[in-house]
């Protein structure tokens, strides 16, 4: 199903609580999911929707002429912040783990490997999982701010990917250096669950 834009996960939502039987995966942007669909991003991970949210983070609007978006760091260069960036970036992977995401993990597209595994092991939780994969746009975000090369751009992600385990503890992702691999994975009640639950109850007029 191809939604709106920013509007995928109530879309996503809808048709998991329809037929709790479907494996549901949802594909995004980093602008749409954490600009336009912001709200929708913390309301599906709260709810813990059992759903699979993968979001490509290039750092810039790269499908819509490369201006900034809400991962676009202090200082990165866009179209629409020609000298500089004034606004921090959202770290993704700590707003879906904050907002209640129970599977949160983070890959490289040089690191694909590593990529498809984080992305498999979300596809088997059972919950809200949330994989970003920082993709390259050495069309925009590289030409402005990294490098016009792709292969390039893809060495550089080598440089900045730091293994989790080895990331400072409490330490903030940053434009050249951010933790990769599994963040964050723990067990909570399904909304799909809850809600026939609920629905249960009121046919049953159970109000206990």
Request: glycine share 10%; net charge neutral; charged share 20%.
């Amino acid at each position: 199903m191809h939604a709106a834009h920013g509007r995928a996960l109530p879309f996503a939502t809808g048709a998991k609580v329809a037929d709790p039987s479907l494996k549901v995966i949802v594909v995004m942007g980093d602008g749409d999911c954490a600009a336009i669909g912001g709200n929708h991003l913390i309301h599906a991970a709260r709810r813990n929707v059992d759903l699979t949210a993968v979001v490509f983070n290039n750092s810039i609007y790269g499908m819509t002429g490369g201006q900034k978006s809400p991962t676009t760091h202090v200082g990165d260069r866009s179209t629409t912040s020609p000298f500089g960036n004034a606004e921090p970036a959202f770290d993704l992977c700590e707003l879906a783990r904050a907002a209640g995401a129970t599977y949160v993990a983070r890959s490289t597209s040089w690191a694909y490997r590593q990529l498809v595994q984080l992305i498999a092991g979300g596809l088997v939780h059972e919950g809200f999982s949330f994989v970003e994969a920082m993709a390259v746009c050495n069309t925009y975000y590289g030409r402005f701010n990294l490098t016009a090369d792709a292969a390039e751009f893809l060495l550089a992600q080598r440089e900045h990917a730091v293994p989790v385990d080895k990331f400072e503890p409490g330490g903030t992702r940053l434009r050249d250096r951010y933790p990769v691999g599994l963040i964050s994975h723990v067990e909570r009640p399904l909304y799909s669950d809850m809600y026939a639950d609920a629905q249960r109850k009121s046919k049953d007029g159970d109000r206990g």
